[in-house]
């Protein structure tokens, strides 16, 4: 299983950027995928996700700005950014986990609300807001 994100880049405050991570090789059903994001020193945190099901969930501070969309047919998954602060800059990865739903604040759990270990991750791609 291979994922590999594009679209990171540098742009100014208040404007957007397209990430997209390509999954290759994932046929696995039902899964849960993920946009993350870590700042250096810092914890990862999830941005949003979408399962295979359809739902899909934003992390507080993503909701109204970002927008994550799974194309079934090439497995491909997006996250639109717009209105992008500062804060906002980080290396954000995309993963994929067996098994889980996307719940709560952008992140992939059971259906008790535990969250599991992602079980494939990308190599990221930076991200960076210029105020």
């Known amino acids: 299983v291979q994922l590999e994100e594009s679209g990171g880049g540098s742009v100014q405050a208040g404007g957007s950027l397209r990430l997209s991570c390509k999954i290759s090789?994932?046929?696995?059903?039902?899964?849960?995928i993920g946009w993350f994001r870590q700042l250096p020193g810092k914890e990862r945190e999830g941005v949003a996700a979408?399962?295979?099901?359809?739902?899909?969930v934003y992390e507080e501070s993503s909701k109204g700005r970002f927008t994550i969309t799974h194309s079934t047919s090439d497995n491909t998954v997006a996250l639109q950014m717009n209105n992008l602060k500062p804060e906002d800059t980080a290396t954000y990865f995309c993963a994929v986990v067996d098994d889980m739903v996307a719940v709560g604040v952008g992140e992939c759990a059971d259906y008790d609300g535990l969250v599991y270990p992602m079980d494939y991750w990308g190599k990221g791609t930076l991200v960076t807001v210029i105020s």
């Open positions: 979408v399962d295979s099901e359809g739902r899909i």
């Open positions: 090789d994932y046929t696995y059903t039902p899964y849960c």
